[in-house]
DNA sequence: GCACACTTTTACATCGATGTAATGAGCCTG
DNA sequence: CAGGCTCATTACATCGATGTAAAAGTGTGC
């Protein structure tokens, strides 16, 4: 293995500036105050000898790394994709960097996150977990900075998240009032065993919606799967016309689940929102530029962003205060696959 | 500050094996030889602990931290979202874990990465760059080890790259064989300042396909611009149908170009693939599911992220061996947008 | 001109893991 | 059973930055 030639130190700079080392550490981290004169004499030195300081030695020393860990189920996907986005934005700003993990690959890797986050030596954790319950016994001690993202059942540590029973309820009343009769579920089903909170939450919405419009909800037209992307969108609304139980409507968990259904009802000669009504979740940025662009749920994903840092690094702070639950709010955009 | 509990170290669990600290470190590390029954009674101490190893003091004493960068222009595109995917996938099959920059927001980061990346503690870093030309003088002997991927004109580092000029020839080709007689160009346009490598590739195989079918290009119906987006593709599909100089297919140099400019066709009255043919660039997932389906450009994204991880890595072995330059074969993947 | 208070800088130890070189244990041979 | 030879294990120093406590320097007031 060759190396470069090695790197200029704390040491190097206090020998070039007529110094001490801690003089060096004390102008570069600027924590202490140095008189001018001495100060510009190290500076030209660490500019002489483009000293950069050794955040491993740093981290060692204080015991922070100044990264942050964001752990996505799949990064491919467009939610995840504008969460990454947001999130590296506003740690920039804080002065994080940010290291990706994703988990779908492996549901286990989730409660390895949670569970030994320290071996990766970082400062604290971003999770949108798809697996992980209460049930998880993760010894509280020993719990890293986590904030989870998302519809969760955990209540011993802060999470953000979106009203979705709230929002559930809103785009299954949208729909009924834009005329929908039958409105079939994509990625929600009643008993399911293995739903997800979001599952849960949103069908339960969607259930209080329906009721209060005096329509009982149909498992025959609800579908639940777990690979909430494109494909799994896709199939599963293949599933739903194989089922031939009639529906008018689709409301889909997500906006990829929503353009995966879209493409099968268009492949299947049904138009939209000609024969079905779709909506989705998310408000990805591809639901405005679909054809015809997708009504949704929108959040501010700036602020969801900003409330998940925020909310890691006091925690990364201070590890004793109670858990948080931060709710941004949501709205529901009307666009043109429920506008007839 | 509150902390958790101090984090257990090799001395702790020496203490408890009855051991050296640097025996645990063998044991761990597995580099050395070490007697079975001593094995076993650290790997019990380990477990016990639930020792798990700074990485900032490994890192600190043999100058690797396992972390690799990746700087993408914009991380919410289609495009961004996949390749960060795939390397994450690859990276952590490799044992190395992956930090995250954006570099659209500020053109100026690529050169601070490039030239200050030892800062950020990482061994290596994959860059797709924007601006990044040949004639930045990073000093040779300073630059980390850096993989750029996409069209680049640089010659002094390791990179990975598909044959646009070919590809380019390929689609420009197949639009003209399908009828179209004024094919329109979104991402790059004959003579423009500041194009990319990328953008500059594209436009001259598209010119050698237009010239090799009697036809002189018509910068007209080119247009050039940065944002390749959808937002940036629709507003270029708003700025060709401005110019009013008749056109029956659009190339648009993404496949985002090209769903933002299916959108506002479509907006227009102008059917696709009726009215024009269109075709992108890259494949993303989105391109299969669009109605119509768009024709466009893949690549082995597995491949070209395997390409990129693995230069990166020998990189980080050597930093001596020349650069080196790995292209990854593309196809032409016909769909409905050119289908009529 | 000197003592005292205060500011700036320094020497040293430390964070945790691991390479190096030396020590000790175990085995074989004569 | 002593001497030599492996091989496993250990003590110690080191990676680079920085907190601590002590030393050196500066300035003020009498």
């Known amino acids: 293995m060759t190396r470069g030639p090695r790197r200029a130190t704390v040491k190097d700079v206090a020998a070039l500036a007529g110094v001490s080392p801690k003089t060096v550490s004390n102008v570069v981290t600027g924590t202490v105050f140095v008189r001018p004169d001495t100060r510009e004499k190290v500076l030209a030195a660490v500019e002489e000898l483009r000293f950069v300081p050794n955040l491993s030695a740093?981290?060692?020393?204080?015991?922070?790394?100044?990264?942050?860990?964001?752990?996505?189920?799949?990064?491919?996907?467009?939610?995840?994709?504008?969460?990454?986005?947001?999130?590296?934005?506003?740690?920039?700003?804080?002065?994080?960097?940010?290291?990706?993990?994703?988990?779908?690959?492996?549901?286990?890797?989730?409660?390895d996150l949670v569970s030994r986050a320290r071996e990766h030596q970082i400062d604290g954790l971003i999770l949108n977990p798809i697996r992980l319950k209460d049930s998880i016994v993760v010894h509280d001690d020993q719990l890293p900075p986590v904030v989870l993202i998302g519809e969760v059942e955990q209540h011993k540590v802060d999470r953000v998240l979106i009203d979705s029973r709230q929002a559930g309820y809103e785009v299954t009343a949208h729909l009924l009032e834009r005329g929908a009769k039958r409105v079939a579920v994509l990625g929600g089903e009643t008993g399911a065993t293995d739903a997800t909170a979001t599952s849960i939450q949103r069908l339960e919405g969607h259930h209080r919606a329906l009721r209060d419009h005096g329509i009982e909800p149909d498992p025959a037209i609800?579908?639940?799967?777990?690979?909430?992307?494109?494909?799994g969108g896709a199939a599963a609304?293949?599933?739903?016309?194989?089922r031939d139980a009639g529906f008018d409507a689709i409301m889909a968990f997500t906006d990829s689940i929503a353009f995966g259904a879209m493409h099968v009802l268009q492949e299947h000669g049904l138009s939209v929102p000609g024969d079905v009504l779709v909506s989705g979740f998310d408000d990805v940025e591809h639901a405005r530029f679909m054809n015809p662009s997708l009504t949704t749920v929108a959040l501010d994903r700036r602020a969801f962003a900003e409330a998940a840092?925020?909310?890691?690094?006091?925690?990364?702070?201070?590890?004793?205060?109670?858990?948080?639950?931060?709710?941004?709010p949501h709205e529901l955009v009307i666009r043109g696959s429920t506008t007839r």
């Open 58 to 111: 740093r981290s060692l020393r204080n015991g922070r790394t100044g990264v942050i860990a964001l752990a996505l189920p799949d990064l491919a996907t467009a939610f995840s994709a504008d969460m990454l986005h947001r999130v590296v934005q506003v740690a920039h700003e804080r002065g994080m960097a940010v290291l990706i993990e994703e988990t779908a690959a492996e549901p286990q890797r989730e409660y």
């Open 309 to 328: 840092v925020d909310l890691l690094m006091t925690r990364i702070e201070d590890r004793a205060t109670p858990p948080r639950a931060v709710a941004v």
């Open 222 to 231: 609800e579908v639940y799967f777990q690979e909430w992307s494109m494909v």
């Open 237 to 242: 609304a293949e599933e739903l016309l194989s």
